[in-house]
T-cell receptor, first 111, second 116 residues
Framework: KQEVTQIPAALSVPEGENLVLNCSFTDSAIYNLQWFRQDPGKGLTSLLLIQSSQREQTSGRLNASLDKSSGRSTLYIAASQPGDSATYLCAVSKSSYKLIFGSGTRLLVRP | GAGVSQTPSNKVTEKGKYVELRCDPISGHTALYWYRQSLGQGPEFLIYFQGTGAADDSGLPNDRFFAVRPEGSVSTLKIQRTERGDSAVYLC??????????????FGEGSWLTVV
């Protein structure tokens, strides 16, 4: 059974810091891995999607890497801002439609 | 440019009552998903529709839960004889096709269900 774990569960950093969020999964047979952002009381917004054949994806200050063989992904946020405060969730896709999510990392960026 | 719309946004119901949650996906999206999210946890898969048919309902917790999508657009999640453990946020999502091919999935803001 696929399990997705995110570390740390919560993170508080001062504005401007570069930071790394970690995601690990137990079954490397995945189609892709996605990182989502969730603001309090809101739905999820897709940030980055990495196909299983890819190693990384970048969007602005965000960079996500994927090491499928070791079952790990990282989300790197450069020059963090208070507006980055949210919960970040990773999810793996083992079928054409079903996502399996981790529990998320709650990020607080202090001004 | 409407996104995925869910109603009601909040629902408080008494134990044992029947509840319907509605999802209006992005126009033209053939794939529709329901997930359930408990406090402090990631969403858990409930059911997936491709068009009008439920292609995978393996995530529905028991036979009190049922979902329909009769015309391939709007979907309704139905919960009978609600229990306090059903309290959660029910998230609906849609995508142009399956997510394995890289289609972006769009989530609604959810329906927060509280069973008292």
């Amino acid at each position: 059974k696929q399990e997705v774990t995110q570390i740390p569960a919560a993170l508080s950093v001062p504005e401007g810091e570069n930071l790394v969020l970690n995601c690990s999964f137990t079954d490397s047979a995945i189609y892709n891995l996605q990182w989502f952002r969730q603001d309090p009381g809101k739905g999820l917004t897709s940030l980055l999607l990495i196909q299983s054949s890819q190693r990384e994806q970048t969007s602005g200050r965000l960079n996500a890497s994927l090491d499928k063989s070791s079952g790990r992904s990282t989300l790197y946020i450069a020059a963090s801002q208070p507006g980055d405060s949210a919960t970040y969730l990773c999810a793996v896709s083992k079928s054409s439609y079903k996502l399996i999510f981790g529990s998320g990392t709650r990020l607080l960026v202090r001004p | 440019g409407a996104g995925v719309s869910q109603t009601p946004s909040n629902k408080v119901t008494e134990k044992g009552k029947y509840v319907e949650l509605r999802c209006d996906p992005i126009s033209g999206h053939t794939a529709l998903y329901w997930y359930r999210q408990s406090l402090g946890q990631g969403p858990e898969f409930l059911i997936y529709f491709q068009g009008t048919g439920a292609a995978d309902d393996s995530g529905l917790p028991n036979d009190r839960f049922f979902a329909v999508r009769p015309e391939g657009s709007v979907s309704t999640l139905k919960i009978q004889r609600t229990e306090r453990g059903d309290s959660a946020v029910y998230l609906c999502a849609s995508s142009p096709g399956g997510t394995a091919s890289g289609n972006t999935i769009y989530f609604g803001e959810g329906s927060w269900l509280t069973v008292v």
